[in-house]
């Protein structure tokens, strides 16, 4: 089942980049591209930055490096669908199958196609072994960073990546952070649901709880790929099938309405992180039980009412 996710990722990006990453420069394209450019002496950072054009920390490139020495668009493809398989395998370890409906919600189908970092840091997420390609995306690792378990054997070979960069181009650092001002995101905290999803935070030492509210902290974009970590939070098909959906329903009123998917993240935060966070309480026993409670009461006052 995981090979199977693996291969048709990889099938996926071959029909999607037949032929090489020269004008594809975003995300993973842009570290690839990077990679090759550490490896023939170029500057990774003479691109001009946009909106469609944001560069990313010198790490990424580190990161994919071994695999942008494939020709053309294998080493991604690769990288990609083994990534793929191994989310597949650890969302199934235990049996629990229904977690693989992630690989048909729009987040990871935007991933997919734009050959984003997300599927990479919910694999970090549950395997903390590839914790290192959280450096590759700083807005993203927060919520991953606070989630996940630090081993000693983690947080040195972590750190090792992170020095590496550094040794190949010690400017690097200033040269990204000159060039991320055109960065265009939202931030689900500072929006009209920012006072209710601050109720997340009280629920802070369970770990689906904190993850959501890590998220609305985080600056993202707002083509559906940076919301993939949130199809962590469901615990049942169900809750799993309720997000999907959901965020399906918003997906194609977008595609339907508009020109393009970059609109107002109010489309986001309503089919997706609303949804999300409602799943978080749901799971919160106190909050289940209080429910519970008061539905109860309604009902028994109701069939009271019958009998009388």
């Not at 570290?31 to 560069?55: C, K, Q, T």
Request: charged residues 10%.
């Amino acid at each position: 089942m995981s090979f199977l996710a693996g291969v048709l990722a990889a099938v996926v990006l071959i029909r999607l980049h037949p032929h090489h990453l020269d004008g594809v420069l975003v995300d993973m394209g842009w570290a690839f591209n990077a990679a090759r450019d550490l490896w023939e002496g170029r500057d990774p950072y003479r691109h001009e930055p946009s909106i469609m054009l944001v560069p990313y920390p010198l790490t990424a490139a580190i990161i994919v490096f071994p695999w942008a020495l494939f020709p053309g668009v294998w080493g991604l493809v690769l990288l990609f669908g083994i990534v793929s398989a191994c989310l597949a395998y650890v969302l199934i370890r235990d049996d629990q199958y229904w977690r693989l409906i992630v690989f048909v919600s729009p987040a990871y189908f935007m991933a997919l196609k734009s050959i984003q970092w997300s599927p990479f840091f919910m694999l970090a997420l549950f395997l903390p072994i590839v914790a290192p390609v959280l450096l590759a995306k700083p807005t993203l690792a927060l919520p991953v960073a606070l989630s996940i378990s630090w081993t000693p054997l983690r947080l040195l070979i972590t750190v090792f990546v992170g020095i590496i960069p550094f040794i190949v181009m010690p400017d690097w650092l200033w040269r990204w952070i000159d060039q991320v001002g055109n960065y265009d995101g939202f931030i689900p905290l500072i929006s009209w649901f920012g006072p209710i999803f601050l109720l997340s935070g009280l629920f802070w030492r369970d770990v689906r709880a904190r993850l959501f509210f890590l998220m609305t902290l985080i600056p993202q974009h707002r083509f559906f790929y940076d919301q993939l970590l949130l199809w962590a939070i469901p615990q049942t098909r169900q809750q799993m099938l309720i997000l999907t959906i959901s965020s399906w329903i918003g997906f194609y009123y977008i595609w339907l309405s508009f020109d393009t998917l970059w609109v107002n993240e109010v489309y986001l935060l309503t089919t997706i992180y609303l949804p999300a966070f409602l799943i978080t309480l749901w799971q919160q026993p106190v909050i289940h039980q209080r429910f519970r409670a008061v539905f109860g009461m309604l009902l028994s006052k109701h069939d009271r009412v019958d009998i009388q």
